[in-house]
């Protein structure tokens, strides 16, 4: 009965109908917490695990494909090592190897090349600067956007 009692003090709070999850939510929680059970499910099916999961052996290969294509553009590049921080900084002293592709741009400044790619037609591109370079981490990049992500850079550089 006293448990009763302050259920019903939560049901009548204005945020009890704000929070209320709906049965979309319920499956596709059920879904992901399914994908858990088994590890290698979980890493195909949750594209940030697949990222996490990613060993660093293919992502230098990665990261050279991408700088071959940008360098296909007429775009100066290098494939660097890198560091990433694991969920943007909310796990600051885990720190993940990885490769990036570092674009030195030619016609403007490198503030300049990640603003007009972030706001870069329909799909932006987000890397990031790190010692006056623009960064391209093909940790969180999918291969089939290479191409797409080439051209933008070419165009962004102009």
């Known amino acids: 009965k006293g448990k009763k009692k302050y259920l019903d003090v939560l049901k009548k709070h204005p945020l009890n109908r704000a929070m209320r999850v709906d049965k979309m939510t319920l499956a596709a929680l059920e879904a992901t917490l399914e994908s858990y059970l088994e590890p ?34 007429g775009v100066i590049c290098e494939v660097i090592p890198e560091q990433d921080q694991v969920g943007g900084g909310s796990v600051p002293t885990q720190l993940l190897p990885t490769w990036a592709v570092a674009v030195d741009p030619q016609s403007v400044t490198v503030d300049g090349l990640e603003e007009r790619l972030r706001k ?39």
């Open 40 to 73: 290698e499910r979980a890493t195909r099916e949750i594209p940030t695990l697949r990222m996490l999961a990613v060993d660093p052996a293919v992502l230098k290969v990665r990261a050279d494909s991408l700088c071959e294509m940008l360098r296909e553009k």
């Open 120 to 158: 870069h037609s329909d799909t932006p591109i987000v890397g990031r600067i790190n010692h006056d370079r623009y960064l391209l981490d093909v940790r969180t990049l999918w291969e089939e956007d290479f191409a797409y992500i080439a051209q933008a850079v070419k165009e962004a550089d102009l």
